[in-house]
């Protein structure tokens, strides 16, 4: 099925964020489509980050609606986001870090579970979850690193982490700000490999910088510039785009 053919689940409209008067994000349109892998890209300063905070509710539009499902959110808090299905990651990890690895997921997957405030439940009931848990270390490639406390994880493990937590609460749509940002080439490979694995049954919305990971993993590509959306397409099209290039100024994915 190709990504044209695939309904909208994640679309805005006149998208603008105002800041003391400068004009961050200007008249945004932008459709995420189901089980795609839509990536944010562009210059320092271009807006993306912007937009994904918009898009997640972090931050409130100057003008503009963000629709879900066809569900108006512009005006939603963050929280009612993520429990709607709409669920980010951010560039530094957030992790417990003096927990071990299997606590954290298992904490994640409390809240799924409804258990997320009920710490007076025994230790059985809670190790209902370890099942579903270990599924989740496993496919982040963390089996071996179960019992450790996440503190004592490399960077490129703690990041795994975070996708295992992230994807315990099971959303239809995962947003990754930035997920290889100093990442040495194996954990991006691993990473990559895990975010193809999601996106078979969910959507994945990314700001990513490193062009050789947006052009291997990639559906869609929207190029912003100065707050505004500069072009739009798979990445050949986006790479080939003159403006583009001329944005990042001879920049180009080698």
Not at 21 to 34: Q, T
Not at 224 to 233: F, Q
């Amino acid at each position: 099925m190709s990504a044209s053919s695939q309904e909208v689940i994640l679309s805005a409209r006149g998208l603008t964020k105002e800041f003391f008067g400068f004009k961050a994000v200007s008249n945004v349109d932008l459709d995420i489509r189901e089980n795609t892998i839509h990536a944010l890209i562009g210059p320092n300063g271009a807006g993306k980050t912007t937009v994904f905070n918009l898009l997640t509710k972090f931050l409130n539009p100057t003008a503009g609606t963000i629709r879900f499902r066809g569900q108006d959110i512009t005006k939603l808090k963050p929280a009612d986001v993520a429990r709607l299905g709409l669920v980010r990651s951010f560039q530094i990890s957030a992790v417990f870090p003096h927990l071990t690895v299997l606590d954290n997921v298992r904490v994640a997957l409390q809240r799924k579970a409804h258990l997320g405030t009920q710490f007076w439940r025994s230790n059985r009931v809670l190790d209902r979850l370890d099942g579903r848990a270990g599924e989740l270390i496993e496919a982040v490639g963390l089996s071996a690193y179960a019992d450790l406390d996440a503190a004592e994880l490399p960077y490129g493990r703690k990041r795994a982490l975070e996708l295992a937590t992230t994807l315990a609460l099971d959303p239809p749509v995962l947003l990754f700000d930035e997920p290889m940002a100093g990442m040495g080439a194996e954990d991006i490979g691993r990473i990559s490999d895990l975010i193809r694995q999601i996106v078979k049954d969910r959507t994945v919305v990314m700001v990513e910088h490193n062009l050789n990971v947006v052009a291997d993993l990639c559906d869609r590509v929207t190029v912003l510039a100065r707050g505004e959306i500069l072009a739009e397409g798979d990445y050949d099209e986006v790479s080939a785009n003159p403006k583009v290039r001329e944005a990042y100024m001879g920049t180009e994915h080698e």
